[in-house]
C-alpha cells in the first residue's frame, strides 16, 4: 500500500523563500503597513480515497479515514488598504491516521509525514480600523514531505502493512479561502484567527479545514 502525500525538500526553495521575506522586509514602501503574525495550527482533513480504488497487493488500503494534525507558522503580509498580499509558512507536524481495507473490512493506523508548506496570498479587507481588521484570504504554494521513508505496520487482523513514500513528488497546495480575524489591544500588537480550507493536489487529493490562531505585530 502506498500512502501518497508531500514533495521532499530542496535547498532552493529554503533560499527563495529567505531572499523574499528580506527583500520585504527591507522596503521602504512597506514601513508602517507590514503585518507579521505567528500561529499555531490545527488541520482536520476530510476523508478520503473509496472502494474503488482497491487493487490487491498494490493498494491494499484505499481508504484513508478523517483524520487530524497541528503546526506552526508565521506570516508576512503588506496592507495598503482594501487589497493586501504576502508570503505564508507552515510547518506541519505528524499526526494518526487509519486506513481501511474495503476487501476484508482490516485497518491499520499509521503515522503521516511531517511536511512544511510555502504560498503566496492574496486577500480582501471587509473592515480595516486601527482597532480590528476583518478579512477574506486565500492562496497558492508548494508542500514537500519531511522524513520521507518505508514503514511498517501490522493491521488489526494481523498483517503486515508497508507504507511508503509517496511517487508523486511535487505538490501544490490552494487555499480555497477562508475568514480571518485581527484584534489589535495596542498601536502595534494583537490577536490572529483564521479559519481556512485547503486543497492537495496528490494522487489521492486531500481536502482539510484549518484553524490558525496565533499573535499579530504591525510595523
Not at 508548506?117 to 519531511?146: K, M, Y
Not at 479545514?209 to 496565533?214: K, M, N, T
Request: include cysteine.
Amino acid at each position: 500500500m502506498k500512502l501518497e502525500t508531500y514533495f521532499k525538500p530542496r535547498k532552493t526553495l529554503r533560499s527563495t523563500i529567505i531572499i523574499l521575506v528580506t527583500l520585504f522586509l527591507l522596503a521602504p514602501s512597506v514601513q508602517g503597513r507590514g503585518r507579521l503574525y505567528l500561529f499555531g495550527a490545527g488541520n482536520f482533513y476530510l476523508r478520503s480515497g473509496s472502494e474503488a480504488d482497491y487493487i490487491e497487493g498494490t493498494n491494499d488500503f484505499p481508504i484513508t479515514a478523517a483524520h487530524q494534525n497541528f503546526g506552526l507558522g508565521f506570516g508576512i503580509i503588506y496592507d495598503p488598504g482594501l487589497i493586501y498580499f504576502g508570503f505564508e509558512s507552515q510547518y506541519t507536524l505528524a499526526g494518526r491516521a487509519t486506513l481501511h481495507d474495503p476487501s476484508d473490512n482490516d485497518r491499520v493506523t499509521i503515522d503521516t509525514y511531517p511536511h512544511a508548506e510555502a504560498r503566496l496570498i492574496l486577500g480582501c479587507n471587509l473592515v480595516n480600523t486601527p482597532s480590528w481588521r476583518l478579512f477574506l484570504q486565500g492562496g497558492v504554494g508548494l508542500s514537500q514531505i519531511l522524513n520521507a521513508e518505508t514503514r511498517i505496520y501490522t493491521s488489526e487482523l494481523g498483517f503486515e502493512t508497508r507504507v511508503e513514500p509517496p511517487e508523486k513528488k511535487r505538490t501544490v497546495t490552494t487555499m480555497g479561502g477562508g475568514l480571518g480575524l485581527e484584534y489589535y489591544f495596542s498601536g502595534h500588537f494583537g490577536a490572529y484567527l483564521a479559519g481556512l480550507v485547503q486543497y492537495f493536489d496528490l494522487d489521492k487529493p486531500e481536502t482539510s479545514f484549518q484553524g490558525l490562531f496565533g499573535l499579530t505585530f504591525k510595523f
